[in-house]
């Protein structure tokens, strides 16, 4: 009987002693939309969190969970990682949004982080990086190389952040080519390769000969590789597909926020924010130019890049119009970051309807 | 809103291609349900099936290799599956959602190498002056192979239902599995075969996305193709060429309203988005109209001794 309760106390004494040193040790929690070996959107972030982690060694407990598809079924894994007891978690993907906001209201101890959302409470952050800016970059070059003035835009859904894509390469594609033409395709997922290569496909078979891809795989690159025309890397470098079908890459820099944000935890600084930053702050990068490129077009594009850097100059510039032809911004004026945020509306000569 | 921008030869050429996966799942899933069994895990084969050959074919430098290799992968995991429901007598459709899990789970651990490589190209059939005709040529003469292979095995499957002794037998086993075993035909036996050719089809399939329509390798890439397939089958009213209109209408809506939306036509893009699902099912709703009922032991678990 002794050696029994004995037993038991030393268990449970155990038990309480390594529930402390857990506590002791942040646990930090990703939920990604896609597998992580996926090529694009979500591979990245997975890297950023190891990046994180390397950083930390063994200071930092890291649990992550793939595949998690959005609406309902986020919410339960979202829950379920708190409950294992994570201080702080990432939720990356746009459709996370609600879920989080859910959770956080029951787990107002834990803190959590919102990717590419707009909804904050006070345990909730959320971050985003302006990919509008690399979009410029990538829709000077897609204008200057098209042979067939058809560029293709490959949506996933219609989001801000996607329209502001669509918006941003069509005004830069315009500006270095004026008699271009954008068609948009909604693919209505994040991560479908087959749909996303029959997207591309279809694109193609209407004369289009630059597609630009808003979906995480790497299958619209691998489609253009086989039947000709450029594309660009999208989340990741995608080095891999240049020098051609690749041109460039728009690249998400997540590592430092990730460190930034799990060192605010492990000295108790952490409080909700907004993060939006962009290609000055690094969390945008714009990758290598393909030798594909002639000299003039990637000097030119190299400038736009460093004047979008230096602030110098703001890819949403007046004078632009919408879709129907009134006036949003006046010349010289800058779009405020509230419109860019919520942006619902095409600039003008951008064709089709935004799906509702 | 331009559509005379959509060229109708390259729409059937990429449809037929886009079409081709679930084709060959579907046949294959046919013949499986033809002979009493339902196998749920069709997407887990296809999936084993996209990874075995992206492998094989990477590794060997041959395409070929590569599609022999996943149509043995699928059966080979399809295995998994008779030794549950022939001998252990497990039931089929736990046995076969078991299998599709179990498919995604190995192909991610198989494919972690992979991602990123590029496979060899797979040629297209070239007949010289056929494949330079108008129209014609490049819809029935410059397809791959595969996209032939498909269109022979749904004929095959058909020819061997209707006209052969063995397309009989098939049939009566999925009928009355009963009647079949007294009659002396050798039940678990001819289940297994067809098990075994239905996991191989559904291996083809998925080696045809992972070689031939996206080439590259990812995680979950057949993204739920196998489900829709053993939609198909049910929608067809088990019938061979019925399958073939089916998936060449659901692979062909869904070319055609992307290509519908690059051409900018002003129809709702969530209309266009559901179309291939809609229409698909509407017409084969309609064909079946003349009661065709699914083999009678469908899923039910047979024993010698009962």
Same mark, same amino acid.
């Given at each position: 009987?002794?050696?029994?309760?004995?037993?038991?106390?030393?268990?449970?004494?155990?038990?309480?002693?390594?529930?402390?040193?857990?506590?002791?040790?942040?646990?930090?929690?990703?939920?990604?939309?896609?597998?992580?070996?996926?090529?694009?959107?979500?591979?990245?972030?997975?890297?950023?969190?190891?990046?994180?982690?390397?950083?930390?060694?063994?200071?930092?407990?890291?649990?992550?969970?793939?595949?998690?598809?959005?609406?309902?079924?986020?919410?339960?894994?979202?829950?379920?990682?708190?409950?294992? %007891?994570?201080?702080?978690?990432?939720?990356?993907?746009?459709?996370?949004?609600?879920?989080?906001?859910?959770?956080?209201?029951?787990?107002?101890?834990?803190?959590?982080?919102?990717?590419?959302?707009?909804?904050?409470?006070?345990?909730?952050?959320?971050?985003?990086?302006?990919?509008?800016?690399?979009?410029?970059?990538?829709?000077?070059?897609?204008?200057?190389?098209?042979?067939?003035?058809?560029?293709?835009?490959?949506?996933?859904?219609?989001?801000?952040?996607?329209?502001?894509?669509?918006?941003?390469?069509?005004?830069?594609?315009?500006?270095?080519?004026?008699?271009?033409?954008?068609?948009?395709?909604?693919?209505?997922?994040?991560?479908?390769?087959?749909?996303?290569?029959?997207?591309?496909?279809?694109?193609?078979?209407?004369?289009?000969?630059?597609?630009?891809?808003?979906?995480?795989?790497?299958?619209?690159?691998?489609?253009?590789?086989?039947?000709?025309?450029?594309?660009? %890397?999208?989340?990741?470098?995608?080095?891999?597909?240049?020098?051609?079908?690749?041109?460039?890459?728009?690249?998400?820099?997540?590592?430092?926020?990730?460190?930034?944000?799990?060192?605010?935890?492990?000295?108790?600084?952490?409080?909700?924010?907004?993060?939006?930053?962009?290609?000055?702050?690094?969390?945008?990068?714009?990758?290598?130019?393909?030798?594909?490129?002639?000299?003039?077009?990637?000097?030119?594009?190299?400038?736009?890049?460093?004047?979008?850097?230096?602030?110098?100059?703001?890819?949403?510039?007046?004078?632009?119009?919408?879709?129907?032809?009134?006036?949003?911004?006046?010349?010289?004026?800058?779009?405020?970051?509230?419109?860019?945020?919520?942006?619902?509306?095409?600039?003008? %000569?951008?064709?089709?309807?935004?799906?509702? | 809103?331009? #559509?005379?921008?959509?060229?109708?030869?390259?729409?059937?050429?990429?449809?037929?291609?886009?079409?081709?996966?679930?084709?060959?799942?579907?046949?294959?899933?046919?013949?499986?349900?033809?002979?009493?069994?339902?196998?749920?895990?069709?997407?887990?084969?296809? #999936?084993?099936?996209?990874?075995?050959?992206?492998?094989?074919?990477?590794?060997?430098?041959?395409? $070929?290799?590569?599609?022999?290799?996943?149509?043995?992968?699928?059966?080979?995991?399809?295995?998994?599956?008779?030794?549950? @429901?022939?001998?252990?007598?497990?039931?089929?459709?736990?046995?076969?959602?078991?299998?599709?899990?179990?498919?995604?789970?190995?192909?991610?651990?198989?494919?972690?190498?992979?991602?990123?490589?590029?496979?060899?190209?797979?040629?297209?059939?070239?007949?010289?002056?056929?494949?330079?005709?108008?129209?014609?040529?490049?819809?029935?003469?410059?397809?791959?192979?595969?996209?032939?292979?498909?269109?022979?095995?749904?004929?095959?499957?058909?020819?061997?239902?209707?006209?052969?002794?063995?397309?009989?037998?098939?049939?009566?086993?999925?009928?009355?599995?009963?009647?079949?075993?007294?009659?002396?035909?050798?039940?678990?036996? #001819?289940?297994?075969?067809?098990?075994?050719?239905?996991?191989?089809?559904?291996?083809?399939?998925?080696?045809?996305?992972?070689?031939?329509?996206?080439?590259?390798?990812?995680?979950?890439? @057949?993204?739920?193709?196998?489900?829709?397939?053993?939609?198909?089958?049910?929608?067809?009213?088990?019938?061979?060429?019925?399958?073939?209109?089916?998936?060449?209408? $659901?692979?062909?809506?869904?070319?055609?309203?992307?290509?519908?939306?690059?051409?900018?036509?002003? #129809?709702?893009?969530?209309?266009?988005?559901?179309?291939?699902?809609?229409?698909?099912?509407?017409?084969?709703?309609?064909?079946?109209?003349?009661?065709?009922?699914?083999?009678?032991?469908?899923?039910?678990? $047979?024993?010698?001794?009962?």
């Amino acid at each position: 009987m002794k050696l029994t309760k004995l037993l038991a106390g030393v268990a449970i004494g155990l038990g309480l002693a390594t529930a402390g040193m857990a506590q002791d040790k942040p646990k930090i929690g990703f939920i990604y939309v896609g597998p992580v070996n996926d090529g694009g959107w979500s591979q990245h972030h997975h890297e950023a969190a190891m990046a994180m982690k390397e950083h930390f060694g063994d200071a930092v407990e890291v649990v992550e969970r793939e595949n998690v598809p959005e609406g309902a079924d986020a919410e339960r894994a979202i829950t379920d990682m708190a409950l294992k %007891g994570a201080d702080l978690i990432f939720t990356t993907s746009f459709g996370f949004m609600d879920p989080t906001i859910n959770v956080a209201k029951k787990f107002p101890k834990v803190k959590f982080e919102h990717a590419t959302g707009y909804k904050t409470a006070d345990n909730v952050g959320v971050y985003s990086a302006r990919f509008y800016e690399g979009r410029a970059v990538t829709g000077f070059l897609a204008g200057k190389m098209t042979k067939t003035n058809k560029i293709g835009y490959i949506g996933s859904f219609p989001i801000p952040e996607v329209i502001r894509g669509i918006n941003s390469t069509f005004i830069h594609a315009k500006k270095a080519n004026p008699d271009v033409e954008l068609s948009v395709v909604w693919v209505n997922t994040w991560f479908d390769p087959a749909k996303e290569a029959d997207a591309t496909q279809a694109l193609i078979d209407q004369g289009v000969d630059v597609v630009l891809a808003h979906t995480d795989s790497t299958a619209p690159l691998a489609v253009l590789e086989k039947s000709g025309g450029y594309g660009f %890397g999208q989340a990741a470098d995608m080095a891999e597909f240049g020098p051609k079908p690749r041109l460039s890459s728009i690249i998400d820099e997540w590592a430092p926020y990730y460190i930034a944000r799990t060192q605010a935890v492990i000295d108790g600084t952490w409080a909700s924010d907004n993060t939006w930053d962009g290609i000055a702050a690094g969390m945008v990068g714009i990758g290598e130019i393909s030798s594909e490129v002639p000299a003039e077009i990637k000097a030119e594009a190299e400038a736009l890049k460093a004047s979008i850097e230096s602030g110098e100059y703001h890819p949403f510039t007046g004078p632009l119009n919408k879709q129907d032809g009134s006036t949003w911004l006046a010349e010289g004026e800058v779009a405020d970051d509230g419109t860019l945020a919520g942006m619902n509306f095409y600039v003008e %000569g951008v064709k089709g309807d935004i799906p509702q | 809103m331009d #559509i005379s921008s959509i060229n109708p030869v390259l729409l059937i050429a990429s449809l037929m291609v886009a079409a081709t996966p679930i084709l060959l799942a579907a046949i294959g899933e046919l013949v499986v349900e033809k002979a009493g069994v339902l196998n749920l895990g069709v997407e887990g084969m296809m #999936i084993t099936g996209a990874i075995a050959g992206f492998a094989a074919a990477v590794e060997t430098g041959s395409p $070929f290799v590569g599609f022999v290799a996943a149509a043995a992968g699928g059966a080979a995991l399809s295995m998994l599956f008779v030794l549950l @429901t022939q001998f252990a007598l497990a039931n089929h459709v736990a046995s076969g959602l078991a299998l599709t899990l179990f498919g995604l789970g190995l192909s991610a651990l198989i494919g972690q190498s992979y991602g990123g490589v590029k496979p060899p190209p797979i040629g297209k059939l070239d007949l010289g002056p056929l494949s330079d005709l108008p129209v014609i040529g490049p819809i029935l003469f410059s397809q791959d192979l595969v996209v032939y292979l498909g269109i022979a095995l749904v004929a095959a499957v058909w020819a061997l239902l209707k006209f052969t002794r063995a397309g009989l037998v098939l049939r009566a086993v999925g009928e009355s599995h009963d009647a079949a075993h007294a009659l002396g035909y050798k039940v678990v036996r #001819i289940r297994i075969l067809a098990i075994l050719f239905g996991g191989a089809c559904a291996g083809l399939g998925g080696a045809y996305i992972s070689l031939v329509r996206v080439p590259q390798w990812t995680d979950g890439m @057949t993204a739920g193709v196998g489900w829709i397939a053993l939609a198909l089958v049910v929608f067809a009213s088990w019938r061979p060429w019925r399958v073939l209109l089916g998936a060449y209408l $659901f692979g062909g809506i869904t070319v055609l309203q992307l290509n519908l939306q690059a051409a900018g036509v002003a #129809i709702p893009v969530e209309y266009l988005a559901m179309s291939p699902y809609i229409i698909t099912i509407v017409v084969l709703v309609i064909l079946s109209a003349d009661k065709n009922k699914a083999p009678a032991s469908l899923g039910r678990i $047979f024993h010698a001794s009962q």
